[in-house]
């Protein structure tokens, strides 16, 4: 089970590799078939992804995992975004694969989370046998099992564009005071209307989601070295500077100066079956 491997990168003589991390505009490969673990996560657009026994599409905020040996193919649209990771493991007995084929997610914003840790963790670590890259890797893949879909059952409330429209405008606005009923604006539909819809396909309330993109948002400003904390939360749109600090630390553990004097180290104490908490 995917699950199961992805905890057994947690043994301290497995060795991870991560010869590729970062973002980019991904390209078309048909029949492709790789001797590595992938994982892209949807930034922005959508990826159309084909095996031999899965057919998805990958919006904005979900993500699929292709284990090696499985030829497939990817189809990304005009304008897709991705943050992208190639990696394997070897060591400590562990298998090269796993047994499942593609693996695809629901709508799960917050594994950019483990995404931009673990980016940070293997630019710094000497050793990629070092327990926080083990760690993150580890965690970023059973959240991904946790979010996984059945990959036939494709019907989300809200379309790929009426999405896209959504994000478009929060990290346009993301200054500024944007609220659930400018987000329902977007795509033409009443508030009342717009919640249920939005909840049941990102898995969060407007207003939640919200705070959670700007808690993002922030935590990319404090990696870029910005140190006034007054600045930052203006600059995501939180002018209260309490109330920023009380969501950044609900969302990503700790303070936001904590997080910005840490820049050598990433990842969650545990990952056994929650997520970091959700903002209010």
Same mark, same amino acid.
């Given at each position: 089970?995917?699950?199961?491997?992805?905890?057994?990168?947690?043994?301290?003589?497995?060795?991870?590799?991560?010869?590729?991390?970062?973002?980019?505009?991904?390209?078309s490969y048909r029949d492709r078939l790789d001797a590595q673990h992938l994982l892209w996560f949807v930034l922005a657009g959508a990826v159309q992804a084909t095996s031999a026994e899965v057919r998805h599409t990958a919006r904005a905020g979900t993500a699929i995992w292709v284990p090696p040996g499985r030829r497939h193919t990817e189809e990304p649209r005009a304008g897709t975004r991705v943050f992208y990771l190639r990696f394997r493991a070897h060591g400590g007995g562990i298998a090269e694969t796993v047994h499942e084929d /593609?693996? +695809?997610?629901? @709508?799960?914003?917050? %594994?950019?989370?483990? !995404?931009? $840790?673990?980016? #940070?963790?293997?630019?710094? &670590?000497?050793? /990629?046998? +070092?327990?926080? @890259?083990?760690?993150? %890797?580890?965690?970023? !893949?059973? $959240?991904?099992? #946790?979010?996984?879909?059945? &990959?036939?059952?494709?019907?989300?409330?809200?379309?790929?564009?009426? %999405?896209?429209?959504? !994000?478009?405008?929060?990290?346009?606005?993301?200054?500024?005071?944007?609220?659930?009923?400018?987000?329902?604006?977007?795509?033409? %539909?009443?508030?009342?209307?717009?919640?249920?819809?939005?909840?049941?396909?990102?898995?969060?309330?407007?207003?939640?989601?919200?705070?959670?993109?700007?808690?993002?948002?922030?935590?990319?400003?404090?990696?870029?070295?910005?140190?006034?904390?007054?600045?930052?939360?203006?600059?995501?749109?939180?002018?209260?500077?309490?109330?920023?600090?009380?969501?950044?630390?609900?969302?990503?553990?700790?303070?936001?100066?904590?997080?910005?004097?840490?820049?050598?180290?990433?990842?969650?104490?545990?990952?056994?079956?929650?997520?970091?908490?959700?903002?209010?």
């Amino acid at each position: 089970m995917a699950r199961d491997w992805a905890t057994a990168l947690l043994q301290g003589d497995v060795h991870v590799d991560v010869p590729t991390i970062g973002t980019s505009a991904p390209g078309s490969y048909r029949d492709r078939l790789d001797a590595q673990h992938l994982l892209w996560f949807v930034l922005a657009g959508a990826v159309q992804a084909t095996s031999a026994e899965v057919r998805h599409t990958a919006r904005a905020g979900t993500a699929i995992w292709v284990p090696p040996g499985r030829r497939h193919t990817e189809e990304p649209r005009a304008g897709t975004r991705v943050f992208y990771l190639r990696f394997r493991a070897h060591g400590g007995g562990i298998a090269e694969t796993v047994h499942e084929d /593609l693996i +695809a997610t629901r @709508v799960a914003w917050h %594994l950019r989370w483990y !995404l931009d $840790e673990l980016h #940070r963790a293997v630019r710094f &670590a000497q050793d /990629l046998r +070092a327990p926080q @890259v083990r760690a993150l %890797l580890a965690c970023l !893949l059973i $959240e991904t099992v #946790r979010n996984s879909v059945d &990959a036939t059952d494709e019907s989300p409330p809200l379309s790929d564009q009426q %999405l896209e429209a959504v !994000l478009t405008h929060v990290r346009a606005h993301i200054g500024e005071t944007v609220t659930p009923s400018d987000l329902a604006r977007q795509v033409g %539909l009443s508030l009342a209307y717009f919640t249920p819809l939005f909840k049941r396909t990102v898995g969060l309330t407007p207003r939640r989601w919200l705070v959670q993109q700007r808690m993002l948002a922030a935590a990319d400003l404090l990696r870029e070295g910005h140190t006034n904390m007054a600045e930052v939360a203006a600059a995501v749109g939180c002018p209260d500077a309490n109330l920023f600090s009380r969501q950044f630390r609900a969302w990503h553990g700790v303070s936001p100066s904590a997080y910005q004097r840490r820049p050598r180290r990433a990842g969650p104490a545990s990952c056994n079956a929650s997520s970091p908490s959700t903002p209010r």
